[in-house]
């Protein structure tokens, strides 16, 4: 997430709360939930980022991941893409 330029953290037992924070700005242009279990809050939070920021989510389960070569994006594993065309939860 600290690769991004700017990165969501969704609430959970250890952040009580929706926010934004400032990366590295290594990586732009879309978001990841971490951790993902297609929770009700993940879900909200990522439709949120879509809402704001007009930008894909990923959400990476824990068997999952992306890797950015070269600007291009790789998906391994088990991840959800929520689009931001996209307007269902």
């Known amino acids: 997430m600290m690769?991004?330029?700017e990165y969501h953290i969704t609430p959970d037992e250890d952040y009580p709360s929706f926010v934004y924070?400032?990366?590295l700005g290594c990586l732009k242009g879309f978001g990841?939930?971490?951790h993902?279990?297609?929770s009700r809050i993940q879900k909200e939070s990522m439709q949120l980022v879509?809402?704001?920021k007009q930008k894909d989510v990923y959400g990476i389960y824990e068997k999952g991941?992306?890797?950015i070569d070269q600007g291009n994006m790789i998906?391994?594993?088990k991840v959800d893409i929520m689009e931001a065309e996209d307007t269902k939860l």
Do not use: L, R, S, T
């Open 3 to 5: 690769q991004f330029d």
């Open 21 to 23: 924070e400032k990366g």
């Open 75 to 77: 998906m391994f594993g």
């Open 36 to 38: 993902y279990q297609a």
């Open 65 to 67: 991941g992306i890797i």
């Open 50 to 52: 879509i809402k704001e």
């Open 32 to 34: 990841i939930e971490p």
